[in-house]
């Protein structure tokens, strides 16, 4: 089974690294005393990053009466809540001793600490810390969402018990996040994360150095402090037993220790890797390395088993010999799927990596699932993988494909990526058609079998005769792979059809063109054909087309991505309709607890719907509303007290409002929408106060009252990156130099701006690209024809080197020469490819075409109106 973590937490692991590596920063100047070292999946002495660095402030210290303390916490409560196997644990408290044996060498105590429930952690640690007069605590991250949130709790009231915290990258080579796509994004794809990775590895090898063995203590810690070094490693934890016959075969299989770990690697690397290959997909082969269980535990790194295989690989990384690559590319897969746990932190959360995944229709039959367990399903190599697993805690990769668990190695990321991977649903997952054919694989765990011959062996239901088959005392199969096939490939199809509507309108919210009928009919469309045909053979009317779309919803479980509500109050017998699809929404397809990602919303809303409706908010995270403009008066009237006090009250994880609200609702309903990012106002005039607003659109206003757009841009805690303003008509024009210092003062993470461009504001524009040094796009939109020769000119010496595209709209004249002195201007100022768009063009002073398209990369589009002569 995938390991599971606890329940939902919000901390984002990337902020959480952050945040620490800030506010550990600005703690730098405790004074040391004594250095705390808390081991977690991280049981080595050797390149163990935070143990050298706790080790070596103690030793370089004058002072030689302060020591380095060595903590782990025996936690059952967490490891129970992440489904920690017995095995796993016990390998553990075998590596503990191991551990305490070498740490003994260097003088470093080992204090065994037991923890009942999780969330005591961080008042065990302060007491530890503060009865050893700890100035410095020391751990290796660990990049699952609990884990996160437990060390944040930590690192917390370390703090503000002035002690120092230092959490440290140790678990990858490459730290998860450092690698972006070009679109500086988290890389979702296996194969371009590789070869980033190893770009990025072969461009500086000293990445692959370990960290040296930590300074030892100076032995008068065994006057000072002797009973801290009495601790013993229990050989179980209650919950936790292990019988004697497996202890037998995981310590015979999995013996404890870095420095058989280490033999385990070179002899790998010496006798197996130059087959790994092809070895390494041959279960009945002994042929990977068998290190996944002392990698999870942190016996040995990653960087420390690269560099071997660098080494053994005549210093080579991604070249040189087959065998090595492939297996340094298995360490990358691991590598991936923690960058992949770090950006993408929902698949901590029992969630799939691909959210359109999440409503797949999973098979839960006890029966099956237990027989699975047991190896007992009739399908050889699904039982003989089970088997192995129930028979040594471990499981061969192909088998792990193929019967898609973990024991000993439970490793969350790998596991996680692992099975998310089998199920069609992970990042840079197997493609949902690849079902394995179980029949086609290998043999050795299942003793029933051993006499039939390689033809019968895979499948000896379907090859043996009845009464042959029944002497085997070997199970019939619990499912026809057949059948099972095409049911699967049937349901993956459907959640395929949920992704394209999804991405149909997702990220582009349709508008008024998309009719309510057209919209409609394209749900008709996605329909399952009987439904479909029935509704065709019944003549369907628009009212019928709800009842579609709610059927639509019913059959394809469409829980909670994505809804689109629309009602034509013109027709009234679709009020009906209209209300029970409301009821069944908010009663069965958005359930408890979950979170709608979209509610679209084109209507006004009477009053009874809403308040089913208000029940909704408190579940979107984007909501898009529209009011018709002839409507306004009664949805003003009647709605706006109701939306207002359900939006305080629910709509608080909102992220993104678009609002066509007919110019009377107060935008100030969405003033306690803390997590709005996105706002796009049309046709209003009235603020309110977002503070994480990244962007505003305020377009096609009549007027918009330049104060109130202050005060909105003034809350946006300089997040803004995106800054629509259009106005038809000059508003206030006193107050427009106020408006452009507030930009100036807000958006220095400015990116795209679209702005009116007139007589007024000409040169206040200019001002403002002066301080926009981030600039991508910039739109000027003009309101009458205006000659913009001097401004041209102006302009070239005050664009940002950031600056991609220029948008010059409607009438603006210049002439030649002012294009050319901007084009040289540009030229001075480095300014490079710049895509220069005149739309709507007016007329321009003669110049040639070609002059364009200079040396400078800056191009002109709207070319063919260049060579017009002005009047
Ligand atoms: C459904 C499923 C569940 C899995 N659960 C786990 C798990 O809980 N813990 C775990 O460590 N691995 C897991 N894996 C990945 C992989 O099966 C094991 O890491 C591998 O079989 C361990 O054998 P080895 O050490 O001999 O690997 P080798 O082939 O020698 O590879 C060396 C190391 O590279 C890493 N590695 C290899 N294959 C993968 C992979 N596909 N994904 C990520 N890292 C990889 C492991 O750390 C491994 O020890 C899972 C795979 C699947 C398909």
């Known amino acids: 089974m995938p390991l599971k973590r606890k329940t939902r937490t919000t901390l984002s692991p990337d902020d959480s690294i952050k945040k620490q590596k800030h506010e550990s920063n600005q703690s730098i100047d405790i004074p040391i005393e004594n250095c705390l070292m808390w081991f977690r999946t991280d049981l080595r002495i050797q390149d163990n990053i935070a143990l050298h660095k706790a080790s070596t402030i103690i030793f370089t210290k004058s002072e030689k009466s302060n020591y380095v303390f060595a903590i782990y916490l025996i936690s059952p409560e967490e490891w129970r809540s992440h489904d920690v196997a017995p095995t796993r644990v016990d390998f553990w408290l075998r590596n503990l001793k191991e551990l305490k044996k070498s740490l003994n060498e260097l003088n470093i105590p080992l204090i065994i600490e037991s923890v009942d429930n999780a969330s005591d952690v961080p008042s065990v640690m302060i007491d530890w810390c503060k009865r050893l007069r700890i100035s410095h605590l020391f751990a290796n991250i660990e990049y699952e969402v609990d884990e996160m949130k437990r060390d944040k709790q930590v690192f917390d009231s370390a703090t503000s018990n002035s002690i120092k915290v230092e959490m440290l990258h140790s678990q990858c080579i490459v730290k998860p996040g450092l690698l972006k796509t070009k679109e500086e994004k988290p890389y979702r794809v296996y194969t371009p994360f590789k070869n980033s990775w190893f770009r990025h590895v072969e461009s500086d090898l000293s990445i692959l150095e ?431 007290p109701l939306i207002s006090n359900a939006l305080k009250l629910n709509a608080r994880s909102l992220e993104y409002l678009e609002v066509n609200a007919g110019g009377s609702i107060s935008l100030e309903i969405f003033s306690e929408c803390d997590n709005l990012e996105y706002l796009i106002v049309t046709k209003d005039d009235n603020y309110f106060h977002p503070n994480n607003l990244r962007k505003l659109s305020l377009k096609d206003f009549r007027k918009i009252n330049f104060k109130d757009t202050v005060k909105i841009i003034s809350t946006t805690n300089f997040h803004l990156t995106t800054l629509c303003l259009l106005w038809k008509e000059e508003s206030d024009p006193e107050n427009f130099s106020l408006l452009i210092s507030t930009i100036v003062a807000y958006g220095p993470k400015l990116k795209d701006l679209e702005i009116i461009f007139n007589e007024n504001s000409a040169s206040k524009i200019l001002s403002l690209l002066c301080s926009c040094d981030m600039l991508k796009n910039l739109c000027l939109k003009n309101t009458k024809d205006l000659n913009i020769d001097m401004w041209m000119q102006n302009l070239g010496q005050v664009i940002p080197k950031t600056l991609k595209t220029l948008n010059l709209q409607n009438s603006f004249t210049f002439t030649l020469g002012s294009l050319e002195n901007f084009l040289f201007e540009c030229e001075r100022n480095s300014i490079n490819g710049l895509r220069f768009n005149i739309q709507d063009g007016g007329y321009f002073g003669c110049f040639e075409q070609n002059k364009l398209d200079g040396s400078n990369g800056i191009h002109g589009a709207g070319a063919a109106r260049f060579g017009r002569v002005s009047a």
């Open 210 to 640: 370990s960290s040296p063995i930590p300074f030892p203590n100076s032995v008068s810690i065994r006057n000072s402090y002797l009973e801290t070094f009495s601790f013993k490693v229990p050989s179980s934890i209650p919950g936790f037993e292990i019988s004697s016959e497996l202890a037998k075969i995981t310590r015979f299989n999995f013996p404890a220790g870095e420095q058989y770990c280490h033999s385990l690697l070179s002899k790998f690397l010496l006798q197996k890797v130059s087959k790994y290959s092809d070895a390494r997909d041959i279960l009945s082969q002994n042929g990977t390395s068998s290190l996944s269980p002392y990698l999870a535990s942190g016996i040995i790194s990653a960087r420390q088993c690269v560099y071997k295989a660098f080494i053994s690989n005549n210093n080579k990384l991604s070249t040189g010999k087959n065998g090595i690559v492939k297996w340094i590319e298995e360490i990358i897969w691991r590598e991936f799927y923690r960058q992949i746990l770090v950006a993408f932190p929902h698949v901590c959360k029992n969630m799939p990596f691909k959210k359109h995944m999440e409503n797949i229709e999973w098979n839960n039959d006890e029966e099956n699932f237990r027989r699975w367990c047991q190896g007992k399903t009739g399908y050889p190599i699904v039982d003989a993988g089970m088997r192995q697993l129930n028979g040594m805690c471990w499981m061969h990769n192909r088998a792990r494909m193929i019967v898609a668990i973990h024991l000993i190695d439970g490793d969350f990321a790998n596991n996680n990526g692992g099975w998310q991977w089998c199920a069609s649903t992970g990042s840079d997952a197997q493609p949902y058609f690849r079902i394995f054919n179980p029949t086609t694989q290998s043999k050795k765990w299942v003793p029933e079998l051993k006499h039939l011959d390689s033809k019968q062996i895979h499948n000896p239901f379907g090859v043996l005769n009845e009464s042959e088959f029944k002497k085997l005392g070997y199970p019939k199969p619990i499912v026809d792979h057949q059948k099972a096939r095409v049911v699967a490939l049937e349901r993956f199809k459907k959640m395929l059809v949920c992704k394209r509507r999804l991405d149909y309108f997702g990220r582009k919210p349709f508008r008024y063109e998309y009719s309510s009928n057209k919209f409609l009919k394209f749900c008709v469309r996605l329909l399952p054909f009987n439904v479909r045909e029935r509704l065709v053979n019944s003549n369907v009317l628009p009212p019928l087309c709800l009842k579609a779309v709610t059927e639509w919803i019913i059959h394809h479980n469409m829980k909670n991505q994505y809804f689109v509500m629309d009602y034509d109050v013109q027709v009234e017998q679709q009020l009906k309709v209209y209300k029970e699809l409301i009821k069944h929404v908010v009663d069965h397809v958005i359930p408890k607890g979950s979170h709608l990602e979209v509610l679209q919303c084109f209507t006004w809303w009477p009053e009874d719907i809403f308040e089913d409706f208000s029940k909704i908010f408190s579940r979107v995270d984007m909501l898009i509303l529209h009011w018709y403009q002839m409507l306004r008066i009664k949805s003003t009237i009647i709605t706006t």
